[in-house]
């Protein structure tokens, strides 16, 4: 008899179990991957773990919770942008359907019919969700504390021709006043990240010879009069700044005529702009020095 007690209640113990896994599959939450497409701007190819980034709709939801609204030139200057997206279409907000668009560097967009709103999520808790936190900057970049900084000039540069206007941005030392920064960034990462040591510093876009730009450094006595100039054109190849030559002028006496007069001298030897130490030329010497 207890056997056939056992035969009949089994099919209804299988029927339970099989409910029970149906509504586990049910209660699994729905996963939204990422899609790669292309490099980063520094040529960078994207990993296996930015190529398996996902986020469940309960994480964009805290996202959301946690972001605040940004316009697009803070995304520039603020976020790094990254080759990977997660699209969703029609993605449930207190009952509105609307489209999102989050990149992998800590912000996003949502479509609400012809509205754009951009979100950044700056918040620490948003590290787990996104691949790189907002101002995570190139691991080469020198680190310096930027709140001793002040932008002095910005310039908008097309390097790729792309029709995409990169950003340079010249920066100076609140404290050490002849301590300059520039940092060049392409679709908002930083490409490009480098001390000089001057009493000015201005960027001279107009350029005929190949160049991208042109770097224009003067130095003063103390009385403020500019006795030295450096004139850098720089060439990008190959995703590199580099160096081809330099001008120098000095203003000084002339061995020939007795009389304080500029005198510009042309230094030629490559390398790239990164490595170049202008300390020799800042005290006068002939040597294109290094670091």
């Given at each position: 008899?207890?056997?056939?007690i056992?035969i009949?209640l089994m099919?209804?113990y299988?029927?339970?179990?099989?409910k029970g896994?149906d509504?586990?599959e049910?209660?699994?939450?729905e996963v939204?991957?990422?899609?790669c497409e292309g490099?980063?701007s520094?040529?960078?190819?994207t990993?296996?773990?930015?190529k398996?980034w996902?986020?469940?709709k309960s994480?964009?939801l805290?996202?959301?919770?946690?972001?605040k609204e940004i316009?697009?030139?803070?995304?520039?200057?603020t976020?790094p942008?990254?080759p990977c997206?997660?699209?969703?279409k029609?993605?449930n907000?207190?009952?509105k359907?609307?489209?999102?668009?989050?990149n992998g560097?800590s912000?996003?967009?949502?479509?609400d019919?012809?509205?754009?709103?951009?979100?950044?999520?700056?918040?620490?808790?948003?590290?787990?969700?996104?691949l790189f936190?907002?101002?995570?900057m190139?691991?080469?970049?020198e680190s310096v504390?930027?709140s001793?900084?002040?932008?002095?000039?910005?310039?908008?540069v097309?390097?790729?021709n792309d029709?995409?206007?990169d950003?340079?941005?010249?920066?100076q030392n609140?404290?050490?006043?002849q301590?300059?920064k520039?940092?060049?960034?392409?679709?908002g990462?930083?490409?490009f990240?480098?001390?000089f040591?001057?009493d000015s510093m201005?960027?001279d876009?107009q350029?005929?010879?190949g160049?991208?730009?042109?770097i224009?450094?003067?130095?003063?006595d103390q009385?403020?009069?500019?006795?030295?100039?450096?004139?850098?054109p720089?060439l990008l190849?190959?995703k590199?700044?580099y160096v081809?030559?330099l001008?120098?002028?000095?203003?000084?006496?002339?061995?020939?005529t007795?009389?304080?007069?500029?005198?510009t001298?042309e230094?030629?030897?490559?390398t790239k702009l990164?490595n170049?130490?202008l300390?020799?030329?800042?005290?006068g010497d002939d040597d294109w020095?290094?670091?």
């Amino acid at each position: 008899m207890k056997y056939i007690i056992l035969i009949l209640l089994m099919p209804l113990y299988i029927f339970s179990s099989c409910k029970g896994q149906d509504k586990e599959e049910k209660q699994k939450p729905e996963v939204y991957k990422a899609k790669c497409e292309g490099e980063y701007s520094t040529g960078q190819k994207t990993t296996e773990r930015e190529k398996k980034w996902s986020l469940t709709k309960s994480d964009i939801l805290s996202i959301i919770s946690l972001s605040k609204e940004i316009d697009a030139q803070e995304v520039h200057y603020t976020y790094p942008v990254t080759p990977c997206n997660i699209d969703v279409k029609g993605f449930n907000i207190k009952g509105k359907k609307v489209d999102l668009f989050i990149n992998g560097g800590s912000h996003l967009q949502i479509t609400d019919g012809s509205k754009i709103t951009i979100l950044g999520c700056d918040d620490p808790k948003c590290k787990k969700y996104f691949l790189f936190p907002k101002e995570d900057m190139n691991d080469e970049a020198e680190s310096v504390n930027d709140s001793n900084y002040k932008v002095k000039n910005t310039y908008k540069v097309d390097f790729d021709n792309d029709k995409i206007s990169d950003s340079i941005i010249i920066k100076q030392n609140t404290e050490e006043q002849q301590e300059f920064k520039m940092e060049i960034y392409k679709n908002g990462n930083l490409f490009f990240n480098k001390l000089f040591y001057c009493d000015s510093m201005l960027l001279d876009l107009q350029v005929n010879y190949g160049q991208i730009f042109n770097i224009k450094i003067e130095n003063k006595d103390q009385y403020g009069n500019v006795f030295g100039k450096v004139t850098i054109p720089v060439l990008l190849k190959n995703k590199e700044l580099y160096v081809e030559k330099l001008f120098v002028a000095n203003f000084g006496i002339s061995a020939k005529t007795g009389d304080n007069e500029w005198n510009t001298k042309e230094f030629s030897n490559k390398t790239k702009l990164k490595n170049l130490n202008l300390d020799n030329i800042y005290r006068g010497d002939d040597d294109w020095d290094y670091e």
